[in-house]
C-alpha cells in the first residue's frame, strides 16, 4: 500500500484494526482485521447492518476508543501511541 494516493496526502489511515471486548459469554470480537486509507479530497460512507461495528470503527478512528490491535494514523500523527 502507497504512503500516498494519486488525489494527495493521505488524511487518515488505519491498519490491521481489531477491536475484542470482554462479555460474560467470552471474548466478543467485534472489529477484524480493518485496513484502508482516506485521501485527502475523498468522501466516504461508513455503512452496514444494525452491530456490524460501525460505531466501534468510528469512535477508534476519532481516537475515542484503544483498538485491541493495530493502529490509526491522522494527518501523520498516530492516534494510538
Not at 500516498?4 to 488505519?14: I, K
Not at 485491541?68 to 494527518?75: C, D, I, R, T
Request: hydrophobic share 40%; net charge negative; aromatic share 2%.
Amino acid at each position: 500500500m502507497s504512503n500516498q494516493s494519486a488525489n494527495g496526502r493521505n488524511v487518515l489511515e488505519a491498519h490491521h484494526l481489531s477491536k475484542q471486548v470482554s462479555s460474560p459469554e467470552g471474548t466478543l470480537t467485534i472489529l477484524s482485521d480493518v485496513s484502508f486509507t482516506i485521501s485527502a479530497g475523498e468522501s466516504v460512507a461508513v455503512v452496514g447492518p444494525s452491530g456490524a461495528g460501525k460505531s466501534t470503527l468510528l469512535a477508534l478512528l476519532a481516537g475515542l476508543d484503544h483498538p485491541s490491535s493495530g493502529h490509526v494514523v491522522l494527518n501523520e500523527a498516530n492516534l494510538s501511541s
